[in-house]
C-alpha cells in the first residue's frame, strides 16, 4: 500500500467556532483501485468524551457546499476507517471509479474539549482492489423502486425514520428491511446519516408488498432534518439559516419532502428557527415517554401559529444485530399511516405532503379516526373545509376500552372522554372559522386524579382537517 496522505493535527474550540468542517486535499494517482482512509482522535470510541470529530470523503468532482459532486461517502464517528474500490466500499462510501485528481477527507467538528484534541488521518492506495470491503448492490439495482402502482386509495402503514449499518447502526441494511416486513409494514423510509450509500440496495430490496422510501436523515450540529424521496445525496454541512434553507430548497427541487426530526431535549433539539419551509414534523420519535411530549408542543406551536405541516412519526430505529434488541422498540413503534392515492412512493408523499396522516403507537395499536361533515360531504384529515356553514366534527374510536379521547382546535381543547366502548364514537359541532382547524388524540390510561390530558401516553393521533378562509358559520 501506498501512502497518500499522513496528517497530524490538533483541534481547539477556536477552529471548531470558525467552521465546523475541515478538508484535508491528497492526490491520487491514476492506476489506484482501493483506497484506505483511517482516522483517530482524542477519546475516539468511548461514548461519555467530550471529543466527537465526524469522517467522510469527496473525490476530484469536487466538494463546495450545494455542488458536492465529488461526495463518496460520510461515516460520522461510527466508524474508524473506510475502503473504497471500483465495485464495493464501507457501508456508508459509494463505490465507483477512483478518479486520479485531488481528494478530500473531510472531518466534522461536532464537539472538541476546551483543552483541544489531537487528531491523525492517514490515507492508503493500492493498485489491486483487494478484498471487497462490503457486498455489492445485488442485482436488479437498477430498477425503478419509485413506481410500483396497484391497490388504488387506502391506508398504508409504515416508518419514517429508521437506520443500518449504512450510518450508525450495528445490524445491517438487509436485517432492518426484513425487520420491517415482519412487522407488516407497507413503507418504510431508510434515512441514514448525511449518505446516500443505502440507495442502490433500496432498489433491489424493494417490492409490491414493502415500498423502500430513499431518504436521509440531513444531520447537522444544530438539528437533524429527514428527506423523503431522494434521487441524489442532499449537503448536509449547514450553519446558518441561510445555508439549511439552501438544502431544503435542493431537496424541494428534486421532488422530496423534509421534515424537523425529533424537537425535544437531547433530541438533539433544533437550534434553528421554526419558520423555515420545512413539511412535517416528527411530532413523535421512538416510544412515546422519549419526551415526545416536547415534540408535540412544537408541532402545536407551528400551528397555532398558521402553519399547515403535517405531523408525522418516525422509529428511529437502528438496527439491531441478529437477536439483539427489545421487542418494546422496533420499526413501526409508532406507526404512520398515510391514506395514499396508489400504492407508490409519489403517493405517499402526497399524502404526507397533503396531511392525510395518522399515527399510532405501534402496527396494532387502537385506530382513530376523525371527519367534518357538513351535508352529503365529508372531509377527512388534512383536507380543507371550505365556506358554509357549521361542520359536525366525528369521531370514531376501535379497540380503546380505558383509554381517553380529545379533542383539539386552534382556540384549545374541545373535548375529553372516556372511551368505554368499541367502536367508540360521537359527534361536536363545529364553527372552523373561529377555531382554524381540528385534530383528536387517543390518550393513555389515567392513574392519578391530578394527571392532566397532557400527562398521559399517546395511543394515536391525528392531523388536522382544517377551516378555510372565510369558513365562519353564519
Known amino acids: 500500500m501506498r501512502t497518500l496522505l499522513r496528517w497530524e493535527g490538533r483541534f481547539t474550540p477556536a ?48 466538494a463546495d457546499f450545494l455542488r458536492g459532486e465529488g461526495f463518496r461517502g460520510w461515516s460520522g464517528s461510527a466508524r474508524t476507517e473506510a475502503v473504497l474500490t471500483p465495485r464495493a466500499a464501507t457501508p456508508g462510501y459509494l463505490p465507483g471509479p477512483l478518479l486520479p485528481g485531488r481528494w478530500h477527507v ?63 447502526a450495528p445490524g445491517s441494511l438487509e436485517d432492518l428491511v426484513a425487520a420491517a ?45 429527514n428527506a423523503w424521496g431522494l434521487s441524489r445525496w442532499l449537503d448536509f454541512r449547514c450553519r446558518t439559516v441561510e445555508e439549511l434553507r439552501a438544502v431544503i430548497d435542493a431537496a424541494h427541487a428534486m421532488g422530496a419532502l423534509v421534515s424537523i426530526n425529533h424537537p425535544k431535549t437531547d433530541g438533539p433539539p433544533w437550534e434553528y428557527p421554526p419558520d423555515l419551509p420545512v413539511d412535517a414534523v416528527e411530532a413523535w420519535q421512538g416510544p412515546w415517554p422519549l419526551r415526545n411530549r416536547e415534540s408535540l408542543a412544537f408541532w402545536d406551536r407551528l400551528l397555532r401559529a398558521g402553519r399547515r405541516v403535517t405531523a408525522v412519526g418516525g422509529s428511529d430505529k437502528h438496527q439491531d444485530q441478529p437477536g439483539e434488541g ?75 376500552e380505558g383509554l381517553h379521547l380529545r379533542l383539539l382546535s386552534g382556540e384549545g381543547e374541545l373535548l375529553f372522554l372516556p372511551v368505554d366502548r368499541s367502536p367508540f364514537e360521537g359527534v361536536l359541532e363545529l364553527d372552523l372559522g373561529r377555531h382554524r382547524y381540528v385534530r383528536a388524540e387517543l390518550r393513555g390510561v389515567r392513574h392519578f386524579a391530578e394527571e392532566t390530558p397532557d400527562d398521559l401516553p399517546m395511543v394515536a393521533m391525528t392531523n388536522p382537517i382544517w377551516g378555510g378562509p372565510g369558513s365562519e358559520g353564519p
Not at 201 to 223: F, M, Q
Not at 331 to 356: C, F, K, M, N, Q
Open 106 to 168: 473531510i472531518l466534522g467538528l461536532y464537539r472538541i474539549a476546551p483543552q483541544g484534541c489531537a487528531c491523525a488521518v492517514t490515507v492508503l492506495a493500492s493498485e489491486e482492489e483487494g478484498p471487497l470491503p462490503h457486498p455489492p448492490p445485488p442485482e436488479g439495482a437498477t430498477e425503478n423502486f419509485l413506481s410500483r402502482p396497484g391497490g388504488g386509495p387506502a391506508w398504508l402503514r409504515g416508518d419514517l425514520q429508521s437506520h443500518s449499518h449504512h450510518s450508525d
Open 326 to 400: 427489545t421487542p418494546f422498540y422496533q420499526v413501526g413503534h409508532p406507526t404512520t399511516w398515510v391514506y395514499a392515492a396508489d400504492r407508490t412512493i409519489p403517493a405517499i408523499l402526497e399524502a404526507i405532503r397533503s396531511g392525510r396522516v395518522v399515527i399510532t403507537a405501534d402496527v396494532e395499536a387502537p385506530w382513530l379516526e376523525l371527519t367534518a361533515e357538513r351535508g352529503d360531504t365529508t372531509w377527512m384529515v388534512g383536507e380543507t373545509v371550505p365556506p358554509g356553514g357549521a361542520v359536525r366534527a366525528r369521531y370514531r374510536v376501535w379497540e380503546g
Open 15 to 62: 477552529d471548531k467556532a470558525a467552521s465546523d468542517y475541515v478538508l484535508l486535499p491528497f492526490d491520487v494517482p491514476p492506476g489506484v483501485a482501493r483506497l484506505e482512509v483511517r482516522y483517530t482522535f482524542e477519546g475516539q470510541g468511548q461514548p461519555e468524551s467530550p471529543n466527537v470529530i465526524d469522517l467522510g470523503l469527496f473525490d476530484p468532482r469536487g
Open 181 to 225: 416486513r415482519r412487522r407488516g409494514l407497507d413503507f418504510l423510509a431508510v434515512t441514514e446519516h448525511n449518505t446516500v450509500s443505502h440507495f442502490p440496495y433500496l432498489r433491489a430490496w424493494s417490492g409490491p408488498d414493502l415500498l423502500l422510501i430513499p431518504g436521509e436523515e440531513v444531520t447537522t450540529y444544530y438539528g437533524h432534518m
